[in-house]
Protein backbone atom coordinates (compact mmCIF):
# COMPACT_ATOMS: atom_id res chain seq x y z
CA UNK A 1 0.00 0.00 0.00
CA UNK A 2 1.29 3.60 -1.00
CA UNK A 3 -0.08 6.89 -0.89
CA UNK A 4 1.84 10.21 -2.29
CA UNK A 5 -0.43 13.17 -1.44
CA UNK A 6 0.72 16.42 -3.80
CA UNK A 7 -0.86 19.53 -5.10
CA UNK A 8 0.02 21.56 -1.77
CA UNK A 9 1.64 25.59 -2.38
CA UNK A 10 1.34 29.02 -0.51
CA UNK A 11 -2.15 30.58 -1.65
CA UNK A 12 -3.92 33.55 -0.64
CA UNK A 13 -6.87 33.75 1.55
CA UNK A 14 -9.87 33.14 -0.20
CA UNK A 15 -8.61 31.64 -2.75
CA UNK A 16 -8.33 27.80 -3.90
CA UNK A 17 -5.94 24.61 -4.04
CA UNK A 18 -6.79 20.85 -4.89
CA UNK A 19 -4.36 18.36 -3.54
CA UNK A 20 -4.16 14.81 -4.82
CA UNK A 21 -3.28 11.25 -3.43
CA UNK A 22 -2.12 8.93 -6.10
CA UNK A 23 -2.69 5.40 -4.00
CA UNK A 24 -1.43 1.86 -5.04
CA UNK A 25 -1.55 -1.71 -3.48
CA UNK A 26 -5.57 -1.45 -2.70
CA UNK A 27 -8.94 -0.56 -4.42
CA UNK A 28 -11.75 1.76 -2.56
CA UNK A 29 -13.27 -0.85 -2.38
CA UNK A 30 -12.13 -2.14 0.69
CA UNK A 31 -9.95 0.66 2.46
CA UNK A 32 -11.62 3.94 3.63
CA UNK A 33 -9.28 7.26 2.53
CA UNK A 34 -8.80 10.10 4.78
CA UNK A 35 -7.40 13.67 4.52
CA UNK A 36 -5.48 15.02 7.99
CA UNK A 37 -3.76 18.25 8.72
CA UNK A 38 -1.43 19.06 11.05
CA UNK A 39 -0.61 22.52 12.11
CA UNK A 40 2.59 23.33 14.33
CA UNK A 41 2.53 22.69 18.21
CA UNK A 42 -0.73 20.84 16.91
CA UNK A 43 -2.33 17.40 16.72
CA UNK A 44 -3.06 15.88 13.13
CA UNK A 45 -6.81 16.27 12.86
CA UNK A 46 -8.91 14.56 10.67
CA UNK A 47 -10.19 17.09 7.68
CA UNK A 48 -12.58 14.41 5.93
CA UNK A 49 -12.75 10.96 5.09
CA UNK A 50 -14.60 8.77 2.59
CA UNK A 51 -15.75 4.90 2.58
CA UNK A 52 -17.41 3.24 -0.11
CA UNK A 53 -18.11 -0.13 2.13
CA UNK A 54 -20.03 2.32 4.29
CA UNK A 55 -21.59 4.59 1.81
CA UNK A 56 -19.94 7.42 4.12
CA UNK A 57 -18.18 10.80 3.95
CA UNK A 58 -16.93 12.84 6.56
CA UNK A 59 -15.62 16.20 6.60
CA UNK A 60 -14.81 18.40 10.05
CA UNK A 61 -17.15 21.40 10.84
CA UNK A 62 -14.43 23.44 10.16
CA UNK A 63 -14.12 22.72 6.48
CA UNK A 64 -17.77 21.95 5.33
CA UNK A 65 -18.95 23.64 2.80
CA UNK A 66 -15.68 24.99 1.27
CA UNK A 67 -13.69 21.51 1.24
CA UNK A 68 -14.40 18.43 -1.18
CA UNK A 69 -13.01 15.27 -0.84
CA UNK A 70 -13.17 12.85 -4.52
CA UNK A 71 -12.56 9.47 -6.03
CA UNK A 72 -10.80 9.37 -9.24
CA UNK A 73 -11.28 4.94 -9.81
CA UNK A 74 -9.65 5.05 -13.04
CA UNK A 75 -6.39 7.34 -11.96
CA UNK A 76 -6.46 5.66 -8.63
CA UNK A 77 -6.71 9.17 -7.00
CA UNK A 78 -8.17 10.88 -4.02
CA UNK A 79 -8.21 14.50 -3.93
CA UNK A 80 -9.55 17.29 -2.16
CA UNK A 81 -11.23 20.67 -3.16
CA UNK A 82 -10.41 23.40 -1.18
CA UNK A 83 -12.35 26.49 -1.79
CA UNK A 84 -12.56 29.52 0.38
CA UNK A 85 -9.47 28.93 2.12
CA UNK A 86 -8.77 30.69 5.57
CA UNK A 87 -5.35 31.72 7.39
CA UNK A 88 -6.33 28.41 9.91
CA UNK A 89 -6.31 26.33 6.97
CA UNK A 90 -2.39 26.93 6.98
CA UNK A 91 -0.96 23.18 7.75
CA UNK A 92 0.83 19.74 6.56
CA UNK A 93 -1.46 17.97 4.67
CA UNK A 94 -1.58 14.10 4.71
CA UNK A 95 -3.91 11.32 2.95
CA UNK A 96 -4.28 8.00 5.01
CA UNK A 97 -5.88 4.50 4.28
CA UNK A 98 -6.89 2.12 6.19
CA UNK A 99 -8.09 -1.39 5.24
CA UNK A 100 -12.08 -1.85 6.00
CA UNK A 101 -12.84 -5.80 6.09
CA UNK A 102 -11.14 -6.97 8.82
CA UNK A 103 -11.93 -8.29 11.89
CA UNK A 104 -10.77 -5.70 14.46
CA UNK A 105 -12.48 -3.01 12.09
CA UNK A 106 -16.02 -5.05 12.54
CA UNK A 107 -17.46 -1.94 15.39
CA UNK A 108 -16.84 0.72 12.56
CA UNK A 109 -20.11 2.29 10.39
CA UNK A 110 -18.22 4.67 8.66
CA UNK A 111 -15.26 5.99 7.70
CA UNK A 112 -12.82 6.59 10.49
CA UNK A 113 -12.25 10.08 11.46
CA UNK A 114 -8.93 9.52 13.69
CA UNK A 115 -5.32 9.52 12.56
CA UNK A 116 -4.92 6.72 14.99
CA UNK A 117 -7.65 4.45 13.03
CA UNK A 118 -5.29 4.69 10.33
CA UNK A 119 -2.27 1.66 9.36
CA UNK A 120 -1.06 3.62 5.95
CA UNK A 121 0.07 6.92 5.26
CA UNK A 122 1.68 9.25 2.69
CA UNK A 123 3.94 11.99 3.42
CA UNK A 124 2.60 15.25 3.98
CA UNK A 125 1.93 18.55 1.62
CA UNK A 126 2.77 22.28 2.88
CA UNK A 127 -0.68 24.30 2.24
CA UNK A 128 -0.01 28.07 3.61
CA UNK A 129 -2.57 30.16 3.39
CA UNK A 130 -1.51 34.11 3.86
CA UNK A 131 -4.01 36.69 4.95
Known amino acids: VQLQASGGGVVQAGGSLRLSCAVS????????IGWFRQAPGKEREGVSC????????YYVDSVKGRFTISIDNAKNMVSLQMNSLKSEDTAVYYC?????????????????????????WGQGTQVTVSS
Open 25 to 32: GFTFDDYA
Open 96 to 120: AADPEHDSERSHRSGCPVSAHEYDY
Open 50 to 57: FSRNYGST
